[in-house]
């Protein structure tokens, strides 16, 4: 894990052009993440990863962070 730290402290000193664009990508990661969750593509070994990124991605949703229609329609199936 301090690997992943140390990176994560690395991405934060970019350009802050780039720093968005890094944001980007995590926060698609992220929506993956829960997408396969919420559609249960998932296993033993990376469940816990899949659950919380859906916590992660339906509380910026619930803050109206993010609007994604998509989503919410495959959230309110799978609840």
């Not at 994560?8 to 969750?37: D, E, M, P, W």
């Not at 559609?39 to 859906?54: F, I, M, S």
């Not at 509380?59 to 962070?65: A, S």
Request: with cysteine; proline share 1%.
């Amino acid at each position: 894990m301090q690997s992943a730290t140390n990176t994560g402290k690395a991405l934060a000193t970019i350009h802050r052009y780039l720093q968005s664009q890094a944001f980007k990508v995590c926060v698609a990661y992220i929506r993956q993440l829960a997408v396969n969750y919420r559609t249960g593509y998932y296993d033993e070994r990376n469940e816990t990863t899949a659950r919380r990124a859906a916590m992660m991605y339906d509380t910026l949703m619930n803050g109206d962070e993010i609007y994604d229609p998509e989503y919410k329609e495959l959230k309110d199936k799978s609840v």
